[in-house]
């Protein structure tokens, strides 16, 4: 009984596609336009191997209502911490207005050396740093706050995000805090690649033992290294979608999702859809590979 009613739904399914109207086949906006299927039950794109890689889709995020140092109305998903792997903690924050980090260096249980990068997603963020003053934040702005810095963050809008990197300095300068906005970063072209980059955080003052990239690619571009290398990463996919080679392993990734990868996971990115591709990208660098 149950066969021929699954015989009988075959039938009916392929009798539907075969009734489908040809002309629509030359509608690639319609074609293209995004759906937003309806969540399954008990799935999740999220994918997580500790110590190799993990994605993290919106989906499966899990929200608490503090973070160490900070107070006011606050809400962060750790996204990447040391139980991974990892070398750094990512959050990704909700936050509402007059939430604050004030001297977070000074927080009980602060790590020593703490260095802290905050970059703006939606609202404002009000920060202040010695030689700087304090300046305003809006999408695409951010801060590094150097180790010793006092760290004083104010949220000034309901609903504002950020991201939030945290890492323990282990480099042997005494790096400078930075406040600014992607839009004052120059893009560039990397030799051999196609894909366009901004330097927020810049690696290549041998003071900062991380640095901080927007990556953008075009439709259809594609790294052209399947880089293997030492340096671990954290990502957020800012903008459109595409796909991720991670290990051995291929993942659609679209806007919102966030990505870790360990030190030596090969990996590789290709932009498909019709729509650019941006990803805020982390990656450690100018520390000693044999002593990290
Ligand atoms: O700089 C990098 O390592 C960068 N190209 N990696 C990546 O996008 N996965
Ligand atoms: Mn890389």
New binding site residues.
Partial sequence: MLLSVLAALATLNFAESTQCDPSSYHQPAAAHSAVELPLLAGHTRSVVEPFQFAVVAPESRMYTPSLPGWHGTISAAAIVTPALGARFAMYLVNASAGASSTDGTLYEGAPSGLERFLYVLHGTVFVKEESQGERRLEYGGFVYYAPGEKMNTFVGDEGSSFVLIDQVYAGAFKPVSVIGNEAEAGTEFVPGEVFKLRRLLNGSDPGYDFNI?I?DFAPGEY?NVK?V?Y?Q?G?LMLRGHGIYLLGERFFPVATGDALY?APFVP?W?GALGPTSARYF?Y?DVNTNPLLH
């Fill in positions: 990239h990556m790294m880089e290398h340096n990463h990502l990868m990996q990115f990208l990656k």
